[in-house]
């Protein structure tokens, strides 16, 4: 993997963020249910990280947004995006353990996210039964990894927002 400098999203980064997602997702990612749960909730910080290059040019980004389970906190991770220019380098794998396990360092429990099993089951996470996301969401892409062993089994209910 090339020599990236990675460091927690700072608010100067903002909206060169958001522009890095604009380029790499759909028109219209912001109407997408998860969305819902990040409106006026600032991500989780010293989690949602940057990554530039050497020329101190934006090439990844990952966030991560404090949600509910039921009673329960969990991490929700994403977006998670990687610059066409350097997609295929590993940067995208290496900013989730790096962020996950930012989470579990600072006593997170639980991460979910909405994503494609088949890709996403590398890092460890897997189907979440019961944990409903708002509508409209495909309940086979609730996926869930465990940071503390067994702090998903019997875990149900809607994913809300943030509420502290």
């Given amino acids: 993997m090339q020599q990236f400098g990675i ?16 380029l790499c ?22 989690l949602s990280l940057v990554a530039r290059d050497g020329q101190g040019i934006l090439a990844g ?19 998670v995006a990687v610059h ?16 996950v396990e930012a989470g579990r360092s600072r006593g997170w429990k639980r991460v979910m996210l909405v994503g ?3 890709y996403y089951k590398r890092f460890g996470f897997a189907r979440l039964r019961g944990v409903e996301m708002p ?9 869930g990894l465990e940071l503390v062993p067994g702090v998903w089994c019997g875990v149900q209910g809607t994913v809300t927002r943030w509420s502290r």
Avoid at 11 to 17: G, I, L, N
Avoid at 71 to 77: E, G, I, N, R, Y
Avoid at 135 to 143: S, Y
């Fill in 116 to 118: 494609d099993e088949p």
């Fill in 135 to 143: 509508p409209p969401t495909n309940p086979d892409r609730v996926l």
């Fill in 7 to 22: 460091r927690p999203e700072e608010p100067d980064d903002w909206w060169e963020v958001e522009a890095l997602y604009d």
């Fill in 84 to 99: 066409p220019t350097h997609q295929g380098e590993g940067l995208g794998r290496y900013l989730i353990h790096a962020g």
């Fill in 25 to 46: 997702f759909a028109p219209g990612r912001e109407a997408l249910s998860s969305y819902r749960l990040r409106d006026d909730v600032p991500p989780v910080a010293g």
């Fill in 61 to 79: 980004a990952i966030r991560f947004w404090p949600v509910h389970v039921g009673d329960h906190d969990a991490l929700l991770l994403g977006p």
